[in-house]
């Protein structure tokens, strides 16, 4: 059976980008938001509704063969009362799991991944405790909600720890070493319904103000090994979640090892580069994934690179004129911070890139 | 001023794929089709009216900065009302010369473009006179509404001229000469509003019963200078028509030269292969000519090949399980002679598309 009417919590760019590459495969879309003119809105149905709306998801779930989400911080009854009807996918306890960030440290080292000292904390007595024993810097991080670097102090001094926590209005947090890392990669794979999966090449991410900037894939500098030992932990994960659909994992890379940051259960920024510049995109590989089809080759094409555009919109008719820029224009109002739209390139040389790549900074910078 | 509002007279898949490419750009679409659920509807919004419905037309006008259409049999009168209010491109100047064989044959004389002789039959003395002096074989063609091979007859003796032209119900046609050509090149080109004018690569198109099975791009064996008769043709046929947007010719390789067959005054099938096999497609350049934006780079980024699904619909298990396999799904219901579908392989090596290709076809044929 494949599975057509696919329902999406969300219809932000994630989601209109999930649109576009389903049209090609005959997939129609709904997109539940409870904004009036989400960006997704032009690739399918726009379900008016809050995310938290039991008449809403319900209404999804009766007029689709299968539902998923396009960001994690979701109500999970809402999502788990659809699941009651329709399959959603990544599961409701994947779902559970990555978007409380107590219960995704206690997943990842359970199951044997290297991630950073961490503690959790739901009280003053926990946050003490755990300054002390994990030591300065440290990171403080809301448990749930946090994305593009919000709902994060960092600790420099024991003393400051308490203000901090205030600050996330005392929210149930978890406190991490802070490493220091050479460089952020990021790994994005897919698992089918038949449990075969797919990874693209590491990614390697740059950010400003707590925001992706720029993604560079294949990363350089990634050794076989390197690649292997991502691909490990997410083969990994993925098998124990029984997870169906598109994956990210954030890492860290200290010396010649890997630490995961943070998980993504969905399609992700850093893997946007992949619509241009791998011979099957993130976003295409989801909906196969969804539909119950085989999933297509994850292989980069040449060297890409990914520049988001955030803020404010440089002058289309200047970006357009640079040779080889793909835009991907969200269709949003200018807001500091927001992101808008992105642009990838892709390049036959890496040196190729680099100079492309500098005329797309130069304008959108 | 960026024109994001665009109409599209007709809503099949050509404007499904314009409609994928636009969405990138934040273009917004209507298509007016009178089909209950053509292809494009999911990518825009569905106005559905007969094509030559003033009051449909209004409203689409009336909706839109620009008004496109994706097939020329259209109702000429309707597309120049449009045209008193909101812009219309290709211009109904265009249109009306294309539409029409004969005039498009005098056009091209007019030019001085290389195409088969040819006479306008309008009354069976016209007939009689063209075949004595055109002699056979000759080819009978209905001056409108032809495609995929309909409306055509191949006239071996001049004995049968007159049945022939009874089976297309003596409508005004052509008579051209059967011209025996080495195989079927097109070219793709857009032309901006600003002038510029970018050209695809030439493809070599594979022909059964009327209808395109297979193009590959860029076409083997082209040499620099055959491309750039190519070019030079249709630099001088676009500038003469002031034309803005995306634009196709159909040529007879015969020897060292191109012979025109014909023109398409619109994205082409022989051109679905430009959406992963050229830098910028053909649908993203027709849509950044109509927003006014500077085009893309219409270079070829490997060895391409678009095989056609004509009829039925090969398992989708078995098609997407074939490496670096593109489906474009147009979601139809299967009927003998209908485009459902196509496939684009692109490989950076002849040979690896050759058998990568075999695969497909394998599977298609």
Redesign the interface.
Known sequence: M?RRRIGVLGGGQLG?ML??AG????A??IFLDPAETPSAR???RHLRAGFADAAGAATLAAACDVVTYEFEHLDLPTVQAIATTTEVHPSPRALKIVQDRIRQKEFLAAAGIAIAPFAAITSAADLTAAVATLGTPCLLKTARDGYDGKGQRLIRDPLHAAAAWAELQQQRCVLETFVTFSRELSLVSTRGRDGAVVFHPLAVNHHRDGILRLSRAPAPDVTAALQTQAETMARRLLNELAYVGTFTIEFFHVGDALIVNELAPRVHNSGHWTIEGA?TSQFENHV?ALMG??L??PAA??HAAMVNIVGTFPD??RL??L?????????KTERPGRKL?HVTI?DPTASGLEQRLAAVLALIE
């Open positions: 494949i209109q649109g576009q049209v090609s495969l005959a129609e879309f032009h690739v399918g011979v196969r089809l085989p297509g080759d094409t040449g289309r008719h357009l004129a040779p080889g820029v793909h835009l991907h224009d969200y269709g739209g892709v």
